[in-house]
Nanobody
């Protein structure tokens, strides 16, 4: 089974930027995406990208601020996060699934997560 490992989280001030990376242990032919979970809240969808780059979906809360991309040669998916706000604070999880899923219950494989903290 493919394994996912996130990196790039950290502490940033409001208005700042971070870039998350997720490296897969092997090539995946599936869609890849990002979800996040804040303390006391359910895990929620952030963004997903299709296997062939031709389709992306974003949560309304991040549309226009976050950009998802992938490099299949490196088995890596990225999440560029700009104009970060305190409400973006959460553990961010990389995920892969057979389809462009926005429901965390339909995710096939999860990464271990990386913490993103945005200070006001």
């Amino acid at each position: 089974q493919v394994q996912l490992r996130e990196s790039g989280g950290g502490l940033v001030q409001a208005g700042g930027s971070l870039r998350l990376s997720c490296a897969a242990s092997e090539h995946t032919f599936y869609a890849m995406g990002w979800f996040r979970q804040a303390p006391g809240k359910e895990r929620e969808f952030v963004a997903v990208i299709s296997r062939d780059f031709d389709e992306t979906i974003y949560a309304n809360s991040v549309k226009g601020r976050f950009t998802i991309s992938r490099d299949n040669a490196k088995n890596t998916v990225y999440l560029q996060m700009n104009s970060l706000q305190p409400e973006d604070t959460a553990v961010y999880y990389c995920a892969t699934a057979k389809f462009l899923v926005t429901n965390p219950n339909l995710v096939g494989v999860w990464g271990q997560g990386t913490q993103v903290t945005v200070s006001s």
